[in-house]
Structure formats: C-alpha cells, structure tokens
C-alpha cells in the first residue's frame, strides 16, 4: 500500500474515473433526465432505500423519545422501573429524585443531541446515549436486559417500526449488541425480542460486538480473548445444529443478516505482529487490535455459516464498523475479510486501498451529517468523491437519536447530501439503489424492489421501471468497471456475471 509506484498508478487511475464521470455527465445528463420522466409512478420517493447502518438504541428522533418519556409518565407513573440503592423505585419516583417532572421536560433538557463537544470525543457522544444526562433513564428507556424486561424500549421500537412501515419505501437494518460477557446474553436478547414481537418486513437486524475485551479483563468478567469468542458464538453453533435447544434465539436468527464490530477506533492500539498469541492465551490487559477481532470474527462466522447453509438456514455476514479514525490497517483488514463496511472515511488517505474498494465493488455504507459530529466536517467528507469515482456507496443516519432533526432520518441525510454536493435525482437513486445491494434483506424482497434480473451485471440487472435508475447510467458504470478489471488482469479476467447479494 505506501510502494510509490503502486500509489501513483493508483491516485491517476482514480482522478481518471472520477473525470469519465464528469464527462459522462456533460454528455449524458440530459438524456438521463429524460429518461427518468419516462418512468411512470417512480421518483426518488417511490423507490426502496435501505438504512445500511442505524443503531437500535438510537433509532428513533429526540422528539419521538420525548414524547414517548412524558406519555410513559402520564399514563404509568407508578410502574416500578429500577432497582437503584438498595430499593424498587417507580418511574414517578426516579424523576422525583431527578427533580423533574413532565412538565418540565423538552428536548434541551434531554441533552441527547451531539453538538460541538463531541468532535474529536467519541467519549462525551456515547455520553449522549443517557437521557438528561442520567444513565439510570438510558437502562429504563433504552435497554433491553433491565427489571421491566426492556418493555419500554420494545414499545418504542415497535412506534419506529410502524413508521418505517407508513413510509412504505424505507427500511432499515438495526445493530443490537451482543457484548460477549456471558452465553446467556443470546438467549436474553432473543427472548426479548421473540416475546416482544418485534418484527417486521420493513427490518432486519445486525449484531453488533463492541471491542471491549480490555474493560471485560479488568473487571475480571473473563480471562482470555477465548472466552468472548466462546460467549459469543458457542450459542450460535449450539441453535444451528439443533434449534430446540435454544428456541427463540432460532426464531430471532432468521431476521439477524449480519455482525458488526463496533468501537472507537481513533483508539490507539498494539499493531498487528506475525506471531501473536492465540486468543486462549491473549490473557493480558490489552485490547487485541482491530484485525485481531475482525479474523477470528470471520474465522467463526465462516464456519458457522457453512454449518447453517448445509441445513438451509440464512447465513450472516460481517460488515463491521470500519475506516472511521484511526489506523488504515483497519481498512486492509476489512478489504480482505468484509462484506460490507460502514463508514470508511478513511480510505481518502490510500489510493491503493480505494482503488481496490471500487475493484472489488466492497460496499460503504457511510453517514457524513453523523461524520460531521465526530471525525470530519461535512464539506470534507469523501463520499461526493467516492460516488463519482463508482464505488459501492450508501447512505445511512447512524444515530437519528442523537444527529438528526426530522421523523424520516434517512431522507434528511439524502436530502442533506443533495443540497450541499448539488446531486441529481438519478444519483440519489443510484445510490438508494446500493443501498438495496448492500443490504441483507433476501432475494424474495430484492427481487420485488429492483426487478427479478436484479443481480446480473450491467443493465441487463436493472429495471428502471424498479429503480428509477436509466440504462446509460448503469452501462456506463459497469463498462467502466470492466474496463479497469482488465487493466488489472492485462486483458484476462474473467468476469462474474451476476452481482454477489
């Protein structure tokens, strides 16, 4: 990645996309245009957009959870909530020894809104996850594993839900944590949700596993790096060999379509040696580094969805958090064993990394308004670049909880993204239309939504009458990338003709 040749051969070939792009344009434009007013009942607002990347806790605006907190404390003031100082408090009685009162409350109060202090300070954002600044109203309202069975977060889900199903052409796919301390994590989860009834085809779910190792050891709730990895995917290979020994947890798998690794990652950390230790020995103190996680996670997952294919269950992929800070050995790590990605600001700063990203067509699902909280203004962001260059990029909100303003969070970060880099309508359907790849929703769904010749290459793929998306602009990508696989492969590449989804 930093041999000059490499690098310079590299930054032109992706200036010289991102040129052909722009000529594309000045040639294309207007036939595109035209071609999309052809399409009869179809526009940005009628076609599928998938939020690639949303985290559960945060799914819903601070408005909905206001309102959600003071309709709670109006109608059930005297449930017991919380087991806090030795005695059961009621939720009247929390917010009474908060000095507070449904009155009182509004969204400036709730403070869970990311503003200037939080850049640079991944720290005070997570701070933000705590409802007026209270960690005991984030384990009422925002947690699953406390004394009310997380009810509240169940019935706030479902109003999130609801709203997605209103909307008819957005989805989303949630991340839930699953944190490794004990086995009996799954089993709590997926009772949660299976009681709960917390479905719908609107949604599919993500685990994600924050990289804690290190907080787990102090604490002495584990030993080794072994027994994160046995918590969490012993249970997993227990319920694909036989789903009667964990009932539920079988039922919330067939939603789950992926497993996510989340973190700082500006965290500094030990770099990767070639003789490291096995994670039965990785006994000390230190968190294993990101690529230390991100192989054995794919190492497991492997196996496990080979296990899970031969019985004809759904498989799950990795798509961690990726590319946000941090060193770009992450992204190394990411390009060689990742489905997907989110974020992946960084491949800005590694033509050879980006260039094999487009290559290999790995998909970002990225969130500039949730970037421009923590890690890079807005107007830095990659993605315009990205996206002119034919990379596999999406568009997603991260946290509408804490980053966004309005009830559909996705379409505020579409329209964002369209104001401030001037983008048309067949680009906000191209990249919608990613958003649909990237996702894990089975074929049935995207099957419906984008055409049943969906994945085949080029436009043979792609129905605009679906998408909305013109031939010219889908031919014009897939030429282009055929082209560079050539240059890469000196003419002899043979080419997949399907799209992996």
């Not at 709670?72 to 939720?91: A, N």
């Not at 009155?103 to 996850?129: E, P």
């Not at 960690?135 to 977060?153: A, M, P, T, Y």
């Not at 992926?258 to 039965?280: I, L, Y």
Request: charged fraction near 25%.
């Amino acid at each position: 990645m930093s041999v000059g040749n490499a690098r310079s051969m590299c930054h032109h070939k992706l200036r010289f996309l991102e040129e052909k792009f722009r000529l594309h344009l000045l040639i294309n434009a207007d036939r595109e245009f035209l071609a999309q007013k052809s399409a009869p009942h179809r526009d940005f607002y009628n076609i599928r957009k998938v939020d690639t990347h949303v985290h559960h806790s945060a799914c819903m605006n601070q408005k909905h959870l206001l309102r959600f907190i003071k309709s709670k404390l109006r109608k059930e003031p005297d449930e017991v909530v919380i087991f806090r100082d030795g005695q059961y408090l009621t939720l009247k009685e929390v917010f009474e020894s908060l000095d507070l009162t449904g009155y009182d409350l509004n969204v400036d109060l709730l403070d869970v809104h990311a503003d200037k202090s939080t850049f640079h300070r991944f720290d005070k954002f997570n701070l933000k996850y705590n409802p007026c600044g209270q960690s005991r109203l984030r384990e009422i309202f925002l947690k699953q594993d406390n004394l009310i069975q997380g009810r509240f977060l169940a019935e706030v889900t479902k109003e999130v839900l609801s709203d997605l199903e209103a909307s008819k052409y957005q989805m989303a796919e949630y991340r839930i944590s699953i944190y490794g301390r004990k086995q009996s994590e799954w089993d709590q989860l997926a009772s949660w949700f299976v009681n709960n009834s917390i479905y719908s085809e609107t949604a599919v779910w993500l685990i994600q596993l924050p990289r804690l190792y290190n907080v787990y050891r102090s604490m002495g709730t584990v030993t080794s790096f072994q027994n994160i990895l046995d918590n969490v995917f012993i249970p997993l290979f227990e319920v694909s060999v036989d789903p009667n020994s964990h009932p539920h947890l079988h039922l919330f798998l067939m939603q789950v379509v992926g497993f996510d690794m989340v973190d700082d990652e500006s965290k500094p950390e030990r770099r990767p040696t070639k003789h490291m230790p096995k994670p039965a020995e990785w006994t000390n103190v230190f968190n294993p580094a990101f690529s230390y996680y991100a192989y054995y996670c794919y190492a497991n997952l492997y196996t496990l969805n080979k296990l899970r294919e031969s019985k004809g269950l759904p498989t799950i992929r990795l798509r961690p958090h990726c590319g946000e800070a941090g060193d770009i050995d992450h992204l190394a790590a990411g390009f060689l064993l990742c489905h997907n990605i989110s974020h992946g600001i960084n491949l800005r700063k590694s033509p050879v990394l980006q260039y094999l990203y487009y290559l290999a067509q790995i998909g970002l699902a990225m969130s500039p308004l949730s970037n421009n909280s923590l890690f890079l203004n807005y107007h830095r962001n990659p993605f315009p670049m990205y996206f002119q260059r034919g990379m596999n990029v999406s568009l997603s909100s991260d946290d509408p909880l804490q980053i966004h303003m309005t009830k559909e969070a996705l379409v505020e970060e579409y329209s964002v993204a369209a104001k401030v880099w001037k983008l048309s309508p067949c680009d906000l359907c191209e990249i919608a239309r990613h958003s649909v790849y990237q996702s894990g929703f089975p074929h049935t769904a995207k099957a419906h939504w984008l055409g049943n010749k969906y994945f085949e290459r080029g436009p043979e793929g792609n129905d605009i009458h679906k998408t909305n998306v013109p031939n010219i602009r889908i031919a014009f990508r897939h030429e282009t990338w055929r082209d560079e696989m050539q240059f890469v492969y000196c003419g002899k590449a043979r080419l997949p003709q399907e799209v992996e989804h």
